[in-house]
């Protein structure tokens, strides 16, 4: 069964931790995404990866292949990140297969 | 800026009544779709592939005949909630598929309360 496993599911911080939030899969992934929806409900992709290491900004996105397992970092964190963060693994080439992680609610504290 | 419209962002209707949102690319001639379906503190769930010109696949455990998919065009989908019902009450997205090694583009998502 294709599965995405994030955690954790909540996270509280002060502004200017080091942020890490942890996304688990099943084999056979195409690539894997971060995504950010705000509270109104909107996502935006963050990154996609199939492997390696990514960054934007104070956004870092990584996957180790031979673990199934992808990080996504947020340093010097700040009250504007705070959303939902999910992952999601595409399973067999397509986006009709897309799975979505369950998503990890970040707090940011100032 | 917004590469994906969706419309409207929230509408309260009665039970019994249809109600229609539309999903729009405004920057990519899309054949392909995806409607999804978020409920309180749940993951999004793929309710149906929306595919121009032809018939929308839809997956297990979705009603075709009450969520009724349209993709007439290259640069609209929509989803038809025929007969709503308080249980059909949520946060619907949908999403442009702009090919595997595109990043995902969603529109902002549609909230539909049942009452």
């Known amino acids: 069964k294709n599965e995405v496993e994030q955690s954790p599911q909540n996270l509280t911080a002060q502004e200017g931790e080091f942020i890490t939030i942890n996304c688990s899969y099943s084999?056979?992934?195409?690539?894997l995404h971060w995504l950010q929806q705000h509270p109104g409900g909107g996502i935006v992709s963050l990154f996609m990866?199939?492997?390696g290491k990514k960054k934007h900004g104070r956004l870092i996105a990584t996957i180790n292949i031979q673990e199934k397992h992808s990080s996504l970092h947020i340093t010097a964190s700040h009250p504007r990140d705070s959303a939902v963060y999910i992952c999601?693994?595409?399973?067999?080439?397509?986006?009709?297969?897309?799975?979505f992680g369950k998503g990890t609610k970040l707090s940011v504290k100032p | 800026g917004a590469v994906v419209s969706q419309h409207p962002s929230w509408v309260i209707c009665k039970s019994g009544t249809s109600v229609k949102i539309e999903c729009r690319s405004l920057?990519?001639?899309?054949?392909?779709m995806f409607w999804y379906r978020q409920f309180p503190k749940q993951s999004l769930m793929l309710m149906a592939t929306s595919n121009e010109g032809s018939k929308a696949t839809y997956e297990q455990g979705v009603e075709k005949d009450k969520f009724l998919i349209n993709h007439a065009s290259l640069t609209l989908s929509t989803l038809t909630v025929t007969s709503a019902h308080p249980e059909d009450s949520s946060f619907y997205i949908c999403?442009?598929?702009?090919?595997?090694?595109?990043?995902?583009?969603f529109g902002n998502g549609t909230r539909l309360t049942v009452t």
């Open positions: 990866l199939s492997s």
């Open positions: 999601a693994a595409i399973y067999g080439g397509s986006q009709g297969n897309l799975i």
């Open positions: 084999v056979g992934i195409s690539a």
């Open positions: 920057d990519f001639q899309a054949t392909t």
């Open positions: 999403s442009v598929d702009r090919g595997n090694n595109s990043p995902l583009h």
